[in-house]
């Protein structure tokens, strides 16, 4: 049996004009913006291709960043050298279309990200991620994600605990 979707990078070949996840903003953005951004080397995006039909089924963006140490937990914080900010993956956007929810493709896209900031060569502590609502937040919390920074939607996950999972 072969997986329901490849994950790749965006390409001008992907039809992402009926894409739509319920959100406008998330919609607008892979329609019109996501290969401004890729060009300007901004933020890479990462589209799940359905194989049956090659519809984009979802999507992420990520992008190098970095957060201050003292946003961190003390027991994040302890295992860091004392620099005043500690590289992250930031994820900036994640979305699922309408079609394609409640297949764990979003669980997919997520751990897809993880595996790329982990593999990219770089440093990079952890991946970083500001849920839109209360309800994306509460799906990083259940992918093992934890708050910080004082910021309620601000999440965080080491990458050492990604490569335990691996």
């Given at each position: 049996?072969?997986?329901?979707?490849?994950?790749?990078?965006?390409?001008?070949?992907?039809?992402?004009?009926?894409?739509?996840?319920?959100?406008?903003?998330?919609?607008?953005?892979?329609?019109?913006?996501?290969?401004?951004?890729?060009?300007?080397?901004?933020?890479?995006?990462?589209?799940?291709?359905?194989?049956?039909?090659?519809?984009?089924?979802?999507?992420?963006?990520?992008?190098?960043?970095?957060?201050?140490?003292?946003?961190?937990?003390?027991?994040?914080?302890?295992?860091?050298?004392?620099?005043?900010?500690?590289?992250?993956?930031?994820?900036?956007?994640?979305?699922?279309s309408v079609a394609f929810q409640r297949r764990q493709l979003g669980a997919a896209l997520l751990w897809d990200a993880?595996l790329r900031a982990m593999q990219s060569g770089m440093g990079v502590f952890a991946l970083v991620v500001d849920a839109?609502?209360?309800?994306?937040?509460?799906?990083?919390?259940?992918?093992?994600?934890?708050?910080?920074?004082?910021?309620?939607?601000?999440?965080?996950?080491?990458?050492?605990?990604?490569?335990?999972?691996?």
């Amino acid at each position: 049996m072969t997986a329901p979707f490849r994950i790749e990078a965006l390409a001008p070949e992907h039809d992402r004009a009926g894409f739509a996840c319920g959100s406008d903003p998330l919609d607008k953005y892979l329609r019109e913006q996501a290969s401004q951004d890729i060009r300007r080397r901004t933020s890479a995006c990462y589209v799940a291709i359905d194989n049956q039909t090659d519809a984009v089924a979802g999507y992420y963006t990520l992008a190098a960043g970095s957060v201050p140490l003292t946003g961190l937990s003390e027991a994040m914080a302890k295992k860091l050298p004392r620099y005043p900010l500690v590289p992250v993956a930031r994820i900036g956007r994640l979305a699922v279309s309408v079609a394609f929810q409640r297949r764990q493709l979003g669980a997919a896209l997520l751990w897809d990200a993880g595996l790329r900031a982990m593999q990219s060569g770089m440093g990079v502590f952890a991946l970083v991620v500001d849920a839109k609502d209360e309800v994306a937040a509460a799906f990083y919390e259940h992918h093992g994600f934890t708050a910080f920074s004082g910021n309620p939607l601000t999440f965080i996950l080491p990458i050492a605990t990604l490569a335990n999972k691996h």
